[in-house]
């Protein structure tokens, strides 16, 4: 059996359903990532309240939830996380400089965020994906014609 190099539709379909899902997860959340990364949204003030931590094996995860206010009065925040704390970054009750940039559940610090890096690489790896199955050309890939005249001829 000679090998055609030809790909399995199989194949074809699952990375292209799989790049969907990639472009599914990365896109819900671009403008918030574009925002925080450029620390631009609403100045304010973040005061935590209480300290929630995560045991991993060998790690600990702790991010601090609290209260936002925003400078001109106009959003008050309950229960909002603040993105990058952890448990040296603040303590109950002192305040500290936030941006509402628009996220569902957190604040970030006047700095923005680096959140973007992913957000672009799940982009990036879905583009790759659907480059190397529809744009890329395979290996001994020629025009319509060459492939006819190379059929014809090997048929012969």
């Not at 990365?26 to 949204?41: H, K, Y």
Request: net charge positive; proline share 6%; aromatic share 8%.
């Amino acid at each position: 059996m000679k090998a055609t190099g030809r790909r399995s539709p199989a194949f074809t379909v699952a990375l292209t359903l799989f790049a969907c899902l990639l472009v599914y997860l990365a896109t819900p959340n671009l403008g918030t990532v574009v925002r925080a990364a450029r620390a631009d949204g609403r100045p304010g003030v973040f005061v935590p309240r209480e300290l929630s931590c995560i045991q991993h094996p060998g790690h600990e995860s702790c991010v601090w939830i609290g209260e936002f206010r925003s400078d001109d009065g106009a959003v008050v925040r309950s229960g909002i996380e603040m993105y990058g704390s952890d448990r040296a970054t603040h303590q109950a009750g002192e305040p500290a400089r936030a941006l509402d940039v628009g996220a569902a559940n957190r604040v970030y610090g006047p700095g923005g965020s680096n959140e973007w890096v992913v957000t672009a690489l799940l982009l990036a790896s879905a583009a790759a994906i659907l480059w190397f199955l529809y744009v890329k050309p395979r290996r001994g890939a020629r025009s319509p014609r060459v492939a006819a005249a190379r059929e014809a001829h090997e048929s012969s």
